[in-house]
Nanobody, 128 residues
Framework: QVQLQESGGGSVQAGGSVTLSCAVSGVTAARYCMAWFRQAPGKGRVGVASILIGGNISAYANSVKDRFTISRDNVKNIVSLQMDSLKPEDSAMYYC?????????????????????WGQGTQVTVSS
C-alpha cells in the first residue's frame, strides 16, 4: 500500500526559504512520476514541480521556475521541494503525489487527474 507523508511546512517571511519533504513508502516500481502540487484557498490544485523517479528528469511550472528545486533522496526515499525567494502568492497547502507512469508527461503532470496517490498536505504561509 502506497503511503505519502509530507512534512516541513510552516510560516516564513517573503524572500525566505522552506524545504518540504515527502516520505514515500510501499512503492515497488523502479520508475514512476512524483510531483508537488499546491492549493490556495478558493483555488484549484495545480502542479508546481515534478520529477521522474528512475530517470531523474524534473520539470517546473513557470510560476516557480528558478525559485523551487525538486529532488529525491534515494537512500531515504524522500522527495523534497526546496523553495527559495518565497512570495506571499506561494502561500498554499502543498501536496505530494505519485503517478504510476514511466514518464512525467509534459502536458499532463500539472493536472491532478494524472496522479493516483496523494499525501495529506502541509501548509506553507508566506507573509509580506
Amino acid at each position: 500500500q502506497v503511503q505519502l507523508q509530507e512534512s516541513g511546512g510552516g510560516s516564513v517571511q517573503a524572500g525566505g526559504s522552506v524545504t518540504l519533504s515527502c516520505a514515500v513508502s510501499g512503492v515497488t516500481a523502479a520508475r514512476y512520476c512524483m510531483a508537488w502540487f499546491r492549493q490556495a484557498p478558493g483555488k484549484g490544485r495545480v502542479g508546481v514541480a515534478s520529477i521522474l523517479i528512475g530517470g531523474n528528469i524534473s520539470a517546473y511550472a513557470n510560476s516557480v521556475k528558478d525559485r523551487f528545486t525538486i529532488s529525491r533522496d534515494n537512500v531515504k526515499n524522500i522527495v523534497s521541494l526546496q523553495m527559495d525567494s518565497l512570495k506571499p502568492e506561494d502561500s498554499a497547502m502543498y501536496y505530494c503525489a505519485l503517478a504510476y507512469f514511466t514518464f512525467c508527461n509534459d502536458n499532463s503532470w500539472t493536472r491532478t487527474s494524472y496522479f493516483s496517490d496523494w499525501g495529506q498536505g502541509t501548509q506553507v504561509t508566506v507573509s509580506s
